[in-house]
Structure formats: C-alpha cells, structure tokens
C-alpha cells in the first residue's frame, strides 16, 4: 500500500522559513518524481516544485516560488523535502507531495497526471 505523508507546515511571520518533508512507503522511490502542489482557498490547485526519479538531478520551480524554494530528495530515506524562504502572505495555502512513477528524469505535469497523494500541510503567512 503506497502512503505519502507531508509534514512541516506551521504558522510563521512574512520573511519567515519552513521545511516541508514529503515522506513515502510502498512504492519505489527511485522510480518516481515527486512534486509539491498548493492550494488556497477558493483558488485552484497550483504547481509549486517538483523533482525528478533517480538522483534528482532535474529539478522545476514555479516563478512564484523561483529563489525561495529549494527542493530535494535522499532516496536511502524515500524522502523529500522542500526549503521555502523569505515567505509572503500569497505562500498562505495548504501544501500537497504527489508521487508519480517516471521512465525519464522530467518531473513537471499537472497535478492530474500525479498517481498518489499526500493529506496536505497547512502553511500560514502573517504580514
């Protein structure tokens, strides 16, 4: 049974950081990309960051996020983690990992085309 469970998310002030950990059972995680997705209320779901299978070497950030976001993975512990920086209030979402199993090392694609899902962590921003 696959199981993909976010964790990290809190409440922090503008300027403020947090780490958002992706952590993954049942699948192999060498195989599949990983990407993180936000959602605010009343908007639809968006593409924050993802990385690609195997090493990580291919990476993808949305300009919204571009130089405060940094994401990566440690495959021994089927894990990633997203770096988030210099927060701003328009961060203010819940936040989903979606794995989904790649024969190259591309990661984008919507978030329809991602096979497993996480439960989502909140992130707050305060101005």
């Known amino acids: 049974q696959v199981q993909v469970e976010e964790s990290g998310g809190g409440s922090v002030q503008a300027g403020g950081s947090l780490t958002l950990n992706c952590t993954t059972s049942?699948?192999?995680?060498?195989?599949?990309?990983v990407g993180w997705f936000r959602q605010a209320p009343g908007k639809a779901r968006e593409g924050v960051a993802c990385?690609?299978?195997?090493?990580?070497?291919?990476?993808y950030y949305a300009d919204s996020v571009k130089g405060r976001a940094t994401i990566s993975k440690y495959n021994y512990y089927t894990t990633v983690w997203l770096q988030m920086t210099d927060l701003k209030p328009e961060d203010t979402a819940t936040y989903y990992c979606?794995?989904?199993?790649?024969?190259?090392?591309?990661?984008?694609?919507?978030?329809?085309?991602?096979?497993?899902w996480g439960q989502g962590t909140q992130v707050t921003v305060s101005s």
């Open positions: 979606a794995a989904d199993r790649r024969d190259n090392d591309s990661c984008r694609g919507p978030a329809s085309v991602y096979d497993y």
């Open positions: 049942g699948l192999t995680f060498r195989d599949y990309a």
């Open positions: 990385i690609g299978r195997g090493s990580g070497r291919t990476v």
